[in-house]
């Protein structure tokens, strides 16, 4: 057999071929390489034996490398293996296709129908492949992939099937994020990213999963736990700007490689020093960003785990997901934890996708994740449409009955949670099975599920019973009949006597903790009520005298006696004067100390119009009744006739207060003002609009939330009062600037409050349609604003809202108009004290007609 050709020996040949003669080239083959010679043909049996049990071996194996590797020309190998009826089998690509791939294929054929319209050379800028799946290194290439054998050996390749990581576009936010994170990984950790060997395979420029995550836990003191990191790096890898080098779809906290997509390319340039400063600038705000957005992706790569594969913590954070989706409120605790163990996640990317048809089997039950779907019913159309937190679906698997209707999507990119029939049916069995209701007059009167063994309820508790049932809705009375027959101590807690003597310490300890919480957070409001105070003297005494039996509780009653008796000497004292609340506020220092809670023996000064607009000035207790405000205000006019109150907004409403209703002053909108009048000259007003809060109900003053809901409107229109007042384009574009810096501000110092109220100021659409404005402000500040908006997404139950909350450590001044439910919602050159003043009596246009003629005439439409 001659000896092999090395590659240098084949480059050689294959440069004389191009510029020589063959006999030149004959005459230099022979004297440079003389070892040399022709391969041989051979077919005797040996060889062939040989040959076949080589691609036996390796039946991937091309015949240009067998030939290589045993010197016998490929024209002899291939009679060989056609004599033994060997035969190339050639690797096809199955695409499996999706539902709204047709659509798909119809709007691309669409669009290359217009840009060929447009540019005749169009076909010339288009790579053509006909690969099932077209990647980027190149991974499957079928024209050159090979399988010998003697017959048809149906072989799947598991490294080339259709896999997930898909050629796709990364939006630019998550691209430059990527890009940032590269770049300061190399300015702080260059050894992060470089090539790695394992199992004798080389993987070039890559990081490992476990080294991100330790990365990105010390970059910020935002970033809590592992859990959270994973999360942001998953929203770098489902947009393909992060990819596992075996194309693995989740990111995990594990010893796997990953690459950047810049670094995919050969030879990828490092970044120059202007990059990475750059990088070093946007760092923290490209972490707030995957911050944000980073828990929605864990949630996604969670629950596309097979469910059989979901660990203890996936299926938590699945539950406390479905704590806020609305369609399951009503389920039991046991349902929710059920559920999180078999929801699948199901998403689809283009609008007019039929999720099933009217008539077909009803195979799963849905819950809207994101987006919304059209209810259509053939013959009527589109009968209505269900959005985020809504359910479908689950009537045809409880009826076992065809489709009402089909479902279709209203708009892209909708995600959805999915049951499958089989464990709909299996959790409904269960859920029937552990449920007993008690009924009388064919009424249910209580509802008790069993608790599953080994269940977190029953791990809490210390009682041996086999059985053991929580209440899930019932009437009052029988609510209390079972607790009183079922909780006593003796028959549901059998431990020794010194646990016994543990567990109630522990006991009496958190009572003790509670009382001290309380007081101190009810603080003033305690010198008011004696039934307080005269509860915490005989608690007091109650703790004293358990202290002598358990002396540990003696550490705790130094404190309780402080706070007793502070409040009890403050209480007796009769030298406390009353408040007087002022309307207005002067600019000297008396009159701007520090406010205090408003309560209800404080007593206000405040002016009540009559119907030709004079007022008088009035003194009376801040949570007096309208019949009370009515008698002051007769006996300052003197008058006798029959008054009534009339609350009247700056935009004309106008509402009679009833004569029970109480702290009318604090009800008041922006600009309004208390009317009272004659009853027959009413008309002469306006017409009768009643508007009732029904605070009658209450026995306490509700002012300071009045003030507080107040407060987030006022400052919600100053910001467009002074954003709309201001003429000159430069001023206005140091006012956003202003605005969004306190806003920044107020995030900081966690008055999320006012943070809001900025923010949906710089939202009115006053403002918002300032183009030429909103052009001339810095991008650095158009990136924070935009990201304070995106904490005013309402998608998801005000999610991006609810995982800020949760970061945040008290104390924290609440989103207040979300938290009730209620969304109806020049300083420069000033001394401190003017500030101030102004800042307590903020001036505002609250008509929002004339904020826009405002802003209008600053920057008219464009034509």
């Not at 108009?817 to 109806?824: F, M, V």
């Amino acid at each position: 057999m001659s000896q092999r050709l090395t590659h240098e020996e084949w480059i050689e040949i294959v440069l004389m071929t191009g510029e020589r003669s063959n006999r030149v080239i004959a005459a230099d083959f022979n004297a440079n390489l003389p070892k040399c010679g022709r391969m041989k043909t051979v077919t005797n049996e040996k060889t062939s034996v040989a040959v076949l049990d080589s691609f036996s071996k390796s039946p991937q194996r091309s015949t240009r490398r067998m030939s290589l590797e045993s010197g016998i020309i490929r024209t002899s190998l291939r009679r060989i293996l056609a004599t033994h009826k060997w035969h190339p089998y050639k690797l096809q690509l199955l695409q499996h296709l999706n539902e709204d791939d047709p659509d798909r294929r119809t709007e691309f054929a669409e669009w290359a129908k217009q840009k060929l319209e447009q540019d005749p050379q169009f076909t010339q800028k288009i790579l053509f492949s006909d690969e099932a799946n077209f990647y980027l290194n190149g991974e499957v290439n079928k024209q050159n992939h090979r399988y010998w054998s003697d017959t048809n050996p149906h072989w799947i390749d598991p490294s080339k099937t259709v896999g997930t990581k898909k050629l796709m576009v990364p939006s630019e936010k998550i691209l430059r994020a990527g890009k940032t994170l590269r770049n300061a990984i190399l300015s702080r950790a260059p050894h992060m990213i470089r090539d790695r060997k394992y199992h004798l395979k080389t993987y070039r420029q890559c990081c490992v999963g476990t080294e991100l995550v330790d990365w990105m836990m010390h970059q910020s003191s935002c970033v809590h736990s592992r859990t959270q990191a994973v999360g942001m790096w998953q929203v770098l890898l489902e947009e393909g700007v992060l990819n596992h080098v075996d194309q693995e779809h989740n990111f995990q906290d594990k010893y796997l490689f990953y690459r950047f997509l810049d670094d995919e390319q050969e030879d990828a340039p490092p970044p120059t020093e202007e990059e990475k400063k750059e990088s070093e600038e946007e760092l923290q705000d490209t972490l707030l960003l995957l911050l944000q957005i980073g828990p929605d992706a864990h949630m996604r790569m969670i629950l596309r785990k097979p469910p059989g594969q979901r660990t203890v913590d996936d299926l938590e954070i699945i539950y406390e997901e479905l704590l806020h989706i609305k369609a399951l409120s009503h389920l039991s605790t046991t349902v929710k934890r059920e559920l999180a163990g078999v929801l699948i996640f199901e998403s689809h990317a283009k609008a007019g996708t039929v999720l099933f048809n009217q008539g077909e089997e009803g195979t799963s039950w849905y819950i809207i994740l994101k987006g919304s779907v059209n209810v259509v019913i053939y013959g009527k159309g589109v009968v209505c449409t269900l959005h985020e937190g809504d359910d479908f679906g689950k009537l045809a698997l409880v009826n076992d009955a065809p489709r009402a209707a089909s479902i279709v999507l209203r708009e892209d990119n909708c995600h959805f949670l999915r049951v499958d029939k089989e464990d709909f049916n299996r959790i409904l069995r269960d859920v029937e099975a552990n449920t007993v209701r008690l009924k009388e007059h064919d009424q249910d009167v209580l509802v008790l599920e069993k608790i599953p063994s080994g269940s977190r309820i029953l791990n809490h508790g210390s009682s041996q019973s086999q059985h053991k049932y929580m209440v899930m809705s019932g009437t009052p009375e029988k609510i209390l009949e079972h607790f009183l027959e079922t909780m006593r101590l003796d028959s549901t807690y059998a431990d020794p006597e010194q646990e016994k003597m543990d567990y109630a310490l522990n006991n009496k300890r958190r009572v003790i903790r509670l009382v001290l919480q309380w007081a101190t957070v009810w603080g003033d409001h305690l010198q008011e009520e004696e039934m307080s105070i005269a509860f915490l003297d005989e608690f007091f005494i109650s703790v004293s005298d358990d202290s002598r039996i358990i002396p540990a509780l003696k550490e705790q009653l130094p404190e309780l006696e402080k706070i007793v008796k502070q409040y009890s000497e403050e209480a007796r004292s009769a030298q406390k004067k009353h408040k007087v609340l002022l309307r207005q506020f002067s600019i000297g220092d008396e009159r701007l100390q520090k406010r205090q809670p408003i309560k209800v023996t404080d007593e206000i000064l405040f002016k009540v119009y009559c119907i030709d607009h004079t007022y008088t000035t009035i003194r009376v207790p801040v949570a007096a009744s309208v019949k009370e405000v009515i008698n002051a205000v007769a006996d300052k006019l003197g008058s006798g006739e029959d008054l009534i109150l009339v609350k009247m907004s700056s935009s004309g409403e106008k509402a009679v207060l009833k004569p029970n209703e109480t702290s009318v002053f604090t009800t008041l909108s922006i600009n309004g003002r208390l009317f009272v009048c004659p009853r027959d000259q009413f008309d002469s007003l306006h017409e009768l609009i009643y508007h009732t809060f029904g605070r009658q109900h209450f026995k306490k003053t509700t002012a300071n939330l009045d003030l507080f809901l107040r407060r987030f409107n006022e400052l919600q229109l100053w910001v467009v009062t002074e954003i709309c007042l201001c003429s000159q384009l430069s001023k206005r574009v140091q006012l956003l600037k202003k605005f969004i810096k306190i806003a920044a501000h107020c995030k900081e110092y966690k008055n999320l409050n006012s943070f809001f109220a900025i923010v949906m100021g710089l939202s009115n659409v006053a403002v918002s349609r300032l183009t030429q404005t909103w052009e001339k402000l810095p991008s650095k500040f158009k990136k924070f604003y935009s990201e304070f908006e995106s904490l005013m997404d309402p998608s998801r139950n005000h999610r991006a809202y609810r995982l800020t909350m949760a970061k945040l450590e008290p104390p924290i001044i609440p989103f207040m108009p979300l938290l009730i439910k209620d969304p109806d919602a020049g300083l420069a050159n000033k001394n401190h004290q003017e500030v101030r003043s102004y800042v307590r009596q903020l001036n505002v246009i609250d008509n929002q007609r004339t904020l826009s003629q405002l802003s209008h005439r600053l920057e008219p439409r464009r034509a």
